[in-house]
Nanobody, 122 residues
Framework: QVQLVESGGGLVQPGGSLRLSCVASGSMTNIGTMGWYRQSPGKEREWVADITDGNRQYSDSVLGRFTISRDIARDGTKSVMNLEMRDLKQEDTALYYC?????????????WGQGTQVTVSA
């Protein structure tokens, strides 16, 4: 099994920065792509960014402002994924979720964290 726990959300003014972290524990050798999604009230959950074997992808709305990174412990039991967010805008306000896609033994399964709230407001 894999557990994901996000942290780092909070209230920030427009133009400010935040760093979100996701600690993943369990069998990291069975987790491939990890990513960030977000959901605002009344809207569907949207993909923000993901990382696969060091290859990074971003949605157009955050490209150039957000940076995703991931480190995996040598023993493969833990991974930390960060999302550095800068030049935040009010439209970035959302509940941010960390996700992990299963591969190999966990193929076909998606894992999610509980979410961390980001509020951008003056």
């Amino acid at each position: 099994q894999v557990q994901l726990v996000e942290s780092g959300g909070g209230l920030v003014q427009p133009g400010g920065s935040l760093r979100l972290s996701c600690v993943a524990s369990g069998s990291m050798t069975n987790i491939g792509t990890m990513g960030w999604y977000r959901q605002s009230p009344g809207k569907e959950r949207e993909w923000v960014a993901d990382i696969t074997d060091g290859n990074r992808q971003y949605s157009d709305s955050v490209l150039g402002r957000f940076t995703i990174s991931r480190d995996i412990a040598r023993d493969g039991t833990k991974s930390v994924m960060n999302l550095e967010m800068r030049d935040l805008k009010q439209e970035d306000t959302a509940l941010y979720y960390c996700s992990g896609r299963g591969i190999r033994r966990l193929r076909g399964r998606d894992f999610w964290g509980q979410g961390t709230q980001v509020t951008v407001s003056a």
